[in-house]
């Protein structure tokens, strides 16, 4: 028998699949599930690109020596070499109707597809922390203006955090569970309805900030430091590669799990046009309100603020609460779409009969409580791009596979039935696919010492690994793909 997107959902294991592959929330989308036109899917990727991290991009790219443009541009170009491997990798989201995990099963076994698929959940578990902490931080910050400062106390034993922040961040770690409960059309719902206020925001924030500092101020006319006479003559390439590699990084998790979205896209055409719409531009635009707000300050408050929630602080009266009332929904849709949905999907994979999709989303957001997220940016929230380069060196082999695996060996073709079969022509060698575990690993394995060295894990590695680290998401998608064609030669 085999699987159609009208029989499909409601089908038991009885009936071909595997109890310990298959549940509702794996089982490819049915025709009437397919209700995301292009619209929806460019709201979706506004929903996300829409957030504080965003909005700071830029900041690093400039201390680094770039021109406000420089950094904008980099943006721009690392966000348009990202859409490639989303949008063909999301192709099989919208053909098949199956999700992330289900599709790892083509390339690396029915056993095997868990450990890319848990990797991938768990990058994004520390986003998810990390996101829920900064839409905490605003909450924070608006009971502090509407009560003079009230809430603000010592801080506890152990957390290292006030009163008020331990209940503002669980209060909006609390919002999540709503969407959870309500599962991705609850989400795609939001999504939807933010993203023009989400733009409108951003547009009457730079328009605060010009007619506040009279023009942008001295930020935006500061030119490189890698031209003649610059502090960083000569040495453009050598921040520009990491620096495109980062931006590239950035949205490296979303380019291996688009297809947990793209099956409920309509159509190819709508995938297509929803992504290619919704994220270069919307990325590169927020980056430069994110510069050119910043450079205003420095005119305003006689210092540059790159961070929104400080600057909405200072802002006072009923433009903090806007501000930040726009923060806080600009952090919940990034972090439902980006960071819940992925790791859920990843987590009900690992045992499909006993862990649902919102199950899956109650252990990511539990997860995001247990890691303490104000204290891994005690040590990381300097790293940006350490922890942008560092997992991209994860997740580009992953994606290197996927595609060669899904385009160029099975020509988009895939038996759907049998991926949820322990036995079927997906299971490799009781379970694993020996070709797409190696070449994971081989991907990762020329950017480790780089990377041991950029966390400061060792003081000094040999030069070369440091330039190879510098194309990290790169090196790694082609050496893994490259290397998994090779091992399935003839293996179609």
């Known amino acids: 028998?085999?699987?159609?997107?009208?029989?499909?959902?409601?089908?038991?294991?009885?009936?071909?699949?595997?109890?310990?592959?298959?549940?509702?929330?794996?089982?490819?989308?049915?025709?009437?599930?397919?209700?995301?036109?292009?619209?929806?899917?460019?709201?979706?990727?506004?929903?996300?690109?829409?957030?504080?991290?965003?909005?700071?991009?830029?900041?690093?790219?400039?201390?680094?020596?770039?021109?406000?443009?420089?950094?904008?541009?980099?943006?721009?170009?690392?966000?348009?070499?990202?859409?490639?491997?989303?949008?063909?990798?999301?192709?099989?989201?919208?053909?098949?109707?199956?999700?992330?995990?289900?599709?790892?099963?083509?390339?690396?076994?029915?056993?095997?597809?868990?450990?890319?698929?848990?990797?991938?959940?768990?990058?994004?578990?520390?986003?998810?922390?990390?996101?829920?902490?900064?839409?905490?931080?605003?909450?924070?910050?608006?009971?502090?203006?509407?009560?003079?400062?009230?809430?603000?106390?010592?801080?506890?034993?152990?957390?290292?955090?006030?009163?008020g922040q331990l209940l503002s961040f669980l209060a909006f770690w609390a919002i999540h569970l709503f969407f959870i409960r309500h599962g991705t059309e609850s989400i795609r719902w939001l999504e939807t309805l933010a993203a023009p206020f989400l733009l409108l925001m951003g547009f009457v924030l730079l328009a605060w900030a010009y007619f506040a500092a009279g023009g942008f101020g001295e930020m935006l006319s500061t030119p490189s430091q890698f031209g003649p006479g610059g502090a960083k003559e000569g040495q453009f390439w050598a921040v520009f590669i990491p620096g495109l590699t980062g931006m590239v990084g950035f949205w490296a998790t979303m380019a291996l799990n688009i297809p947990d979205f793209t099956r409920y896209a309509k159509t190819q055409r709508d995938q297509f046009l929803g992504q290619a719409i919704g994220l270069p531009i919307p990325m590169a635009l927020f980056a430069f309100i994110g510069v050119a707000v910043t450079s205003a300050t420095v005119v305003i408050y006689g210092e540059a603020i790159w961070d929104p929630i400080q600057l909405s602080s200072r802002m006072g009266g009923f433009g903090v609460i806007v501000a930040l009332i726009a923060l806080v929904v600009a952090t919940l849709t990034t972090n439902l779409a980006a960071n819940v949905v992925a790791p859920s999907y990843g987590f009900s994979n690992l045992a499909p009969k006993q862990i649902s999709l919102r199950l899956g989303g109650y252990i990511t957001a539990g997860i995001g409580v247990a890691m303490f997220p104000w204290k891994l940016l005690e040590t990381a929230g300097n790293y940006l791009f350490v922890w942008l380069i560092g997992y991209s060196a994860l997740l580009g082999p992953i994606a290197g596979i996927l595609i060669a695996d899904y385009l160029l060996l099975r020509k988009t073709e895939l038996k759907v039935d049998e991926l949820f079969k322990a036995n079927g022509i997906y299971s490799g060698s009781n379970g694993w696919n020996v070709a797409g575990i190696i070449a994971m690993v081989a991907g990762i394995l020329p950017n480790l010492p780089g990377f041991l060295q950029a966390a400061g894990f060792v003081d000094s590695v040999p030069e070369i690994f440091n330039a190879i680290y510098g194309y990290a998401w790169f090196v790694g998608l082609i050496i893994g793909g490259g290397l998994y064609l090779i091992l399935m030669k003839g293996k179609r």
């Open 1 to 163: 028998m085999s699987l159609t997107k009208e029989s499909v959902e409601g089908l038991a294991p009885a009936a071909g699949a595997d109890a310990d592959l298959w549940n509702e929330d794996l089982a490819p989308t049915t025709a009437a599930n397919r209700t995301w036109d292009w619209k929806a899917i460019a709201a979706l990727w506004v929903g996300m690109v829409v957030c504080v991290p965003t909005y700071m991009l830029s900041a690093g790219l400039v201390a680094s020596g770039m021109s406000w443009w420089q950094a904008v541009l980099t943006v721009l170009l690392g966000n348009a070499i990202v859409l490639i491997p989303m949008v063909l990798i999301g192709h099989a989201g919208a053909k098949h109707g199956i999700p992330f995990p289900v599709l790892l099963r083509s390339s690396f076994g029915t056993v095997g597809a868990k450990i890319p698929g848990l990797a991938r959940g768990l990058v994004a578990c520390g986003w998810f922390g990390i996101q829920t902490w900064v839409g905490g931080s605003a909450i924070y910050v608006i009971l502090n203006a509407l009560t003079d400062g009230g809430i603000a106390g010592t801080a506890l034993p152990v957390l290292g955090i006030d009163l």
